[in-house]
Protein backbone atom coordinates (compact mmCIF):
# COMPACT_ATOMS: atom_id res chain seq x y z
CA UNK A 1 0.00 0.00 0.00
CA UNK A 2 1.59 3.01 -1.12
CA UNK A 3 -1.00 5.52 -0.24
CA UNK A 4 -1.84 6.17 -3.96
CA UNK A 5 -5.05 3.94 -4.92
CA UNK A 6 -6.19 3.73 -8.40
CA UNK A 7 -9.33 1.97 -9.79
CA UNK A 8 -10.40 0.11 -11.35
CA UNK A 9 -7.48 -2.39 -11.74
CA UNK A 10 -8.26 -4.06 -15.05
CA UNK A 11 -10.48 -2.63 -17.66
CA UNK A 12 -11.42 -3.94 -20.84
CA UNK A 13 -13.37 -1.38 -23.54
CA UNK A 14 -14.38 -0.62 -26.96
CA UNK A 15 -13.15 1.30 -29.35
CA UNK A 16 -16.55 3.03 -28.92
CA UNK A 17 -16.67 3.70 -25.65
CA UNK A 18 -16.27 6.05 -22.62
CA UNK A 19 -14.51 5.07 -19.81
CA UNK A 20 -12.61 6.86 -16.65
CA UNK A 21 -9.64 5.95 -14.83
CA UNK A 22 -9.49 7.05 -11.29
CA UNK A 23 -6.67 7.93 -8.50
CA UNK A 24 -6.46 9.64 -5.26
CA UNK A 25 -3.61 9.81 -2.92
CA UNK A 26 -4.31 11.41 0.60
CA UNK A 27 -0.33 11.91 1.38
CA UNK A 28 -1.01 15.77 1.17
CA UNK A 29 1.22 15.92 -2.07
CA UNK A 30 0.65 18.78 -4.17
CA UNK A 31 1.73 17.07 -7.55
CA UNK A 32 0.20 14.58 -9.93
CA UNK A 33 1.05 12.38 -12.60
CA UNK A 34 -0.37 10.21 -15.16
CA UNK A 35 2.19 7.83 -16.96
CA UNK A 36 1.26 5.31 -19.78
CA UNK A 37 3.58 1.80 -19.66
CA UNK A 38 3.29 -0.30 -22.67
CA UNK A 39 4.49 -3.44 -23.16
CA UNK A 40 8.48 -3.86 -22.36
CA UNK A 41 8.54 -0.08 -22.93
CA UNK A 42 9.88 2.71 -20.15
CA UNK A 43 7.05 4.61 -18.46
CA UNK A 44 6.11 7.30 -20.87
CA UNK A 45 5.10 10.41 -18.71
CA UNK A 46 1.44 11.77 -19.97
CA UNK A 47 0.44 14.51 -17.70
CA UNK A 48 1.19 16.80 -14.88
CA UNK A 49 -0.88 18.44 -12.63
CA UNK A 50 0.92 20.78 -9.64
CA UNK A 51 -1.23 22.33 -7.20
CA UNK A 52 -4.79 21.38 -9.49
CA UNK A 53 -3.37 23.03 -12.72
CA UNK A 54 -2.05 21.23 -15.55
CA UNK A 55 1.90 22.19 -16.03
CA UNK A 56 2.54 19.13 -18.59
CA UNK A 57 0.72 17.70 -21.82
CA UNK A 58 3.58 15.69 -23.70
CA UNK A 59 2.02 16.07 -26.82
CA UNK A 60 -1.10 13.22 -25.88
CA UNK A 61 -3.63 12.65 -28.09
CA UNK A 62 -7.27 14.21 -27.45
CA UNK A 63 -8.97 10.89 -26.76
CA UNK A 64 -6.87 10.75 -23.63
CA UNK A 65 -8.82 13.93 -20.73
CA UNK A 66 -7.25 14.47 -17.82
CA UNK A 67 -8.98 16.40 -15.05
CA UNK A 68 -7.83 16.88 -11.31
CA UNK A 69 -10.69 18.56 -9.62
CA UNK A 70 -8.42 19.20 -6.50
CA UNK A 71 -5.06 18.13 -5.27
CA UNK A 72 -6.40 14.75 -4.19
CA UNK A 73 -7.78 13.45 -7.00
CA UNK A 74 -7.05 13.00 -10.29
CA UNK A 75 -8.97 11.54 -13.20
CA UNK A 76 -8.03 10.32 -16.86
CA UNK A 77 -11.42 10.09 -18.93
CA UNK A 78 -11.14 8.30 -22.23
CA UNK A 79 -12.79 7.77 -25.58
CA UNK A 80 -12.74 6.42 -28.98
CA UNK A 81 -9.22 4.44 -27.82
CA UNK A 82 -7.03 2.34 -30.22
CA UNK A 83 -5.77 -1.29 -29.70
CA UNK A 84 -2.69 0.31 -29.36
CA UNK A 85 -3.72 2.24 -26.51
CA UNK A 86 -3.31 -1.30 -24.15
CA UNK A 87 -1.10 -0.43 -21.41
CA UNK A 88 -0.57 0.23 -17.90
CA UNK A 89 -1.55 2.99 -16.86
CA UNK A 90 0.20 4.57 -13.61
CA UNK A 91 -0.80 7.20 -11.07
CA UNK A 92 1.56 9.15 -9.18
CA UNK A 93 2.04 11.61 -6.57
CA UNK A 94 4.79 13.98 -5.28
CA UNK A 95 5.52 16.91 -3.39
CA UNK A 96 7.38 19.26 -5.53
CA UNK A 97 9.58 20.42 -6.01
CA UNK A 98 11.73 18.59 -3.96
CA UNK A 99 9.43 15.07 -3.10
CA UNK A 100 12.01 14.83 -0.16
CA UNK A 101 12.92 11.64 2.04
CA UNK A 102 10.36 8.89 0.28
CA UNK A 103 10.08 10.56 -3.35
CA UNK A 104 6.94 10.10 -5.45
CA UNK A 105 4.43 7.10 -4.51
CA UNK A 106 2.81 5.34 -7.68
CA UNK A 107 -0.51 3.61 -7.69
CA UNK A 108 -0.03 -0.30 -8.95
CA UNK A 109 -2.04 1.00 -11.62
CA UNK A 110 -4.95 -0.01 -14.66
CA UNK A 111 -4.48 -2.46 -16.60
CA UNK A 112 -5.97 -1.40 -20.22
CA UNK A 113 -7.02 -3.55 -22.62
CA UNK A 114 -8.70 -1.97 -25.78
CA UNK A 115 -10.74 -4.22 -28.39
CA UNK B 1 16.24 19.22 -16.77
CA UNK B 2 19.72 17.08 -16.79
CA UNK B 3 19.45 13.66 -18.39
CA UNK B 4 21.17 10.47 -16.95
CA UNK B 5 22.34 7.78 -19.63
CA UNK B 6 22.29 3.68 -17.70
CA UNK B 7 23.25 0.78 -19.04
CA UNK B 8 20.51 -1.31 -20.25
CA UNK B 9 21.01 -4.45 -18.43
CA UNK B 10 23.36 -6.05 -15.97
CA UNK B 11 23.50 -9.59 -14.18
CA UNK B 12 24.36 -10.06 -9.91
CA UNK B 13 24.99 -13.31 -8.23
CA UNK B 14 22.54 -13.96 -5.45
CA UNK B 15 24.06 -12.77 -2.48
CA UNK B 16 27.11 -10.62 -3.73
CA UNK B 17 26.51 -6.25 -3.81
CA UNK B 18 24.93 -5.23 -7.02
CA UNK B 19 26.51 -1.59 -8.30
CA UNK B 20 24.03 -0.09 -10.89
CA UNK B 21 25.84 2.94 -12.23
CA UNK B 22 24.63 6.48 -13.63
CA UNK B 23 25.51 9.05 -15.48
CA UNK B 24 24.32 12.57 -15.04
CA UNK B 25 26.73 15.11 -16.57
CA UNK B 26 24.66 17.73 -16.79
CA UNK B 27 23.18 17.89 -13.27
CA UNK B 28 23.41 21.58 -11.88
CA UNK B 29 24.14 22.15 -8.40
CA UNK B 30 20.25 22.20 -7.14
CA UNK B 31 19.34 18.91 -8.61
CA UNK B 32 18.83 16.01 -6.41
CA UNK B 33 19.55 12.46 -7.91
CA UNK B 34 16.77 9.82 -7.39
CA UNK B 35 16.92 6.06 -7.98
CA UNK B 36 13.51 3.84 -8.03
CA UNK B 37 12.93 0.84 -8.95
CA UNK B 38 10.15 -1.35 -10.76
CA UNK B 39 9.69 -4.64 -10.13
CA UNK B 40 7.55 -6.70 -13.04
CA UNK B 41 3.86 -4.93 -13.77
CA UNK B 42 4.40 -2.97 -10.35
CA UNK B 43 4.21 0.97 -9.82
CA UNK B 44 8.06 2.08 -9.78
CA UNK B 45 9.39 2.45 -5.68
CA UNK B 46 10.86 4.55 -4.09
CA UNK B 47 14.71 3.79 -3.28
CA UNK B 48 17.03 6.40 -2.44
CA UNK B 49 17.60 10.14 -3.13
CA UNK B 50 20.83 12.25 -2.53
CA UNK B 51 22.49 15.98 -3.26
CA UNK B 52 26.08 15.30 -3.29
CA UNK B 53 26.84 13.31 -0.29
CA UNK B 54 27.04 9.35 -0.14
CA UNK B 55 23.42 7.83 1.52
CA UNK B 56 22.73 4.93 2.99
CA UNK B 57 19.69 3.54 4.03
CA UNK B 58 17.58 0.15 4.70
CA UNK B 59 17.68 -0.72 1.03
CA UNK B 60 20.75 0.36 -0.28
CA UNK B 61 23.67 2.99 -0.95
CA UNK B 62 24.21 6.10 -2.92
CA UNK B 63 27.59 7.08 -3.96
CA UNK B 64 27.65 10.37 -5.72
CA UNK B 65 31.31 11.55 -7.25
CA UNK B 66 32.90 14.67 -6.05
CA UNK B 67 32.34 16.36 -9.43
CA UNK B 68 28.17 14.96 -8.93
CA UNK B 69 28.65 13.75 -12.86
CA UNK B 70 27.84 10.39 -11.77
CA UNK B 71 26.63 7.92 -9.24
CA UNK B 72 26.19 4.49 -8.27
CA UNK B 73 23.23 2.48 -6.59
CA UNK B 74 24.68 0.05 -4.11
CA UNK B 75 22.54 -3.15 -3.19
CA UNK B 76 24.92 -4.98 -0.52
CA UNK B 77 23.20 -8.46 -0.73
CA UNK B 78 21.41 -8.62 -3.45
CA UNK B 79 18.16 -11.29 -3.27
CA UNK B 80 16.29 -12.83 -5.96
CA UNK B 81 13.89 -10.49 -5.65
CA UNK B 82 16.27 -7.44 -6.08
CA UNK B 83 15.55 -8.31 -10.19
CA UNK B 84 13.66 -5.50 -11.71
CA UNK B 85 14.27 -2.44 -13.64
CA UNK B 86 16.08 0.48 -11.76
CA UNK B 87 15.95 4.32 -12.49
CA UNK B 88 18.28 7.00 -12.06
CA UNK B 89 16.30 10.58 -12.17
CA UNK B 90 17.70 13.81 -11.61
CA UNK B 91 15.14 15.95 -10.02
CA UNK B 92 13.11 18.16 -9.97
CA UNK B 93 12.93 17.12 -13.70
CA UNK B 94 9.22 16.20 -14.39
CA UNK B 95 9.60 12.83 -13.13
CA UNK B 96 10.71 11.68 -16.25
CA UNK B 97 11.97 8.37 -16.45
CA UNK B 98 14.52 6.62 -18.84
CA UNK B 99 15.04 2.87 -20.51
CA UNK B 100 16.61 2.34 -16.74
CA UNK B 101 18.65 -1.01 -16.05
CA UNK B 102 17.41 -4.19 -16.17
CA UNK B 103 18.90 -5.77 -12.85
CA UNK B 104 18.79 -9.82 -13.12
CA UNK B 105 19.59 -11.31 -9.69
CA UNK B 106 20.80 -15.06 -10.87
CA UNK B 107 20.90 -18.10 -8.39
Known amino acids: ETGVTQTPRHLVMGMTNKKSLKCEQH?????MYWYKQSAKKPLELMFV???????ENNSVPSRFSPECPNSSHLFLHLHTLQPEDSALYLC??????????????FGQGTRLTVV | DAKTTQPPSMDCAEGRAANLPCNHS???????VYWYRQIHSQGPQYIIH???NNETNEMASLIITEDRKSSTLILPHATLRDTAVYYC????????FGAGTILRVKS
Open chain 2, 50 to 52: GLK
Open chain 1, 49 to 55: YNFKEQT
Open chain 2, 89 to 96: IVQPNKLV
Open chain 2, 26 to 32: TISGNEY
Open chain 1, 92 to 105: ASSQEPHPGSYGAF
Open chain 1, 27 to 31: LGHNA
